[in-house]
C-alpha cells in the first residue's frame, strides 16, 4: 500500500439483508474504530434509505450497487445514479464482475454508467477483472487494459473514481492468487491509468483488491505496494470481521 492514498474498505452486501438486521449491522460497523481508512456500505436499493439514516452525520459512507446510465425514463426495475444520490449515497459500484456475467453489462454500458455516477456527483467504484479462462490463457493483462479502456469516460479523476480489481478466476475455484499476482495487475492498472489520464491521476487513484479479502488474509493482501484497499463481500455481513479487514490497513 501506498501511505500517501488513504486506504477504503467497501462493503458490497450484494442481495443480502432486510430492514432491521441491515441497520443493526451499519450501526454496528460505525461503532467500530478505523483509524487510517474510509468505510463505506453498499446495502441493496431497498435499505440505501434506512441504512442511509442510521448512518447520517457519521464517518461511514453509503454507496449504491449498480445504476442506470439514463437519469430517467421507462427503465423499469432500475435505479437512475441521480437517485442514490438522493438517497444518500456517495458512492456506486460498477461493472462488478457478478453484473458483467449475470447481465451481460460490456465495458461501453459500463463507461455509459460512470458518466452518469459522475454527473450526479458520485464516486465510482469501477470493477475489471479476468476469468479463469482468460487467467490459464495468459490474457490476464490484455483483458485487464481492454476493460479499463472501454469501461472508463474521459473525465475520470482520482477524486471522482476508485479501481476495483477482482480476479474472477479465484472465485469458487479453491485457487488463490499470489502476493506477486496481485501486485502484478495492481500495477499494470496503475500503469494504464498513467498512460491515458497522466501521472496525478495515476499517482491519486485507488485501486482496490477485490477478491476475497478477510480478516485472515487482509493484513498481507492490504501490505501489497498499490493495493488501496478492499472491496468486500462476504466478509462485509458482519461487522466484527469488516472492521477487523479495516483495522489490518497499514
Given at each position: ?7 477504503l ?10 430492514t ?17 481508512c ?41 435505479i437512475?445514479a ?35 455516477a459522475?454527473?450526479?456527483g ?8 479476468e476469468t ?7 490474457e ?21 473514481t ?11 475455484t479453491?485457487r ?11 500495477t ?22 477485490g ?36 483495522a489490518?490497513?497499514?
Amino acid at each position: 500500500m501506498t501511505t500517501s492514498r488513504t486506504p477504503l474498505i467497501a462493503g458490497n452486501w450484494k442481495m443480502n439483508g432486510a430492514t432491521a438486521e441491515a441497520v443493526a449491522l451499519a450501526r454496528a460497523v460505525a461503532a467500530g474504530t478505523a483509524a487510517g481508512c474510509e468505510l463505506l456500505v453498499c446495502p441493496p436499493t431497498v435499505l440505501i434509505p434506512p441504512v442511509a439514516a442510521a448512518l447520517k452525520g457519521g464517518a461511514v459512507a453509503v454507496g449504491g450497487q449498480d445504476c442506470h446510465f439514463a437519469e430517467s425514463g421507462a427503465h423499469t426495475g432500475d435505479i437512475a445514479a441521480v437517485m442514490l444520490a438522493d438517497a444518500g449515497c456517495s458512492h456506486v459500484i460498477l461493472g462488478h464482475s457478478e453484473r458483467r456475467a449475470d447481465h451481460g453489462e460490456s465495458d461501453a454500458l459500463v463507461c455509459a454508467k460512470t458518466e452518469a455516477a459522475h454527473a450526479a456527483g458520485l464516486i465510482a467504484i469501477v470493477c475489471v477483472g479476468e476469468t479463469l479462462a482468460e487467467r490459464d490463457g495468459g490474457e490476464t493483462l490484455a483483458r485487464i487494459s481492454s476493460q479499463i479502456e472501454g469501461s472508463l469516460p474521459a473525465a475520470v479523476t482520482a477524486e471522482n473514481t476508485v479501481i476495483a480489481y477482482e480476479p474472477v478466476w479465484a472465485i469458487g475455484t479453491g485457487r488463490t492468487p499470489t502476493a506477486a499476482d496481485v501486485e502484478e495487475v495492481h500495477t499494470h492498472i496503475r500503469g494504464d491509468i498513467e498512460r491515458r489520464f497522466g501521472a496525478g491521476v495515476a499517482g491519486g487513484i485507488r485501486i482496490l483488491y477485490g477478491g476475497s479479502m478477510k480478516p485472515s488474509n487482509a493484513g498481507e493482501l492490504l501490505a501489497i505496494d498499490g493495493v488501496d484497499g478492499g472491496l468486500i463481500g462476504g466478509a462485509s455481513l458482519k461487522a466484527e470481521d469488516f472492521l477487523a479487514i479495516a483495522a489490518s490497513c497499514p
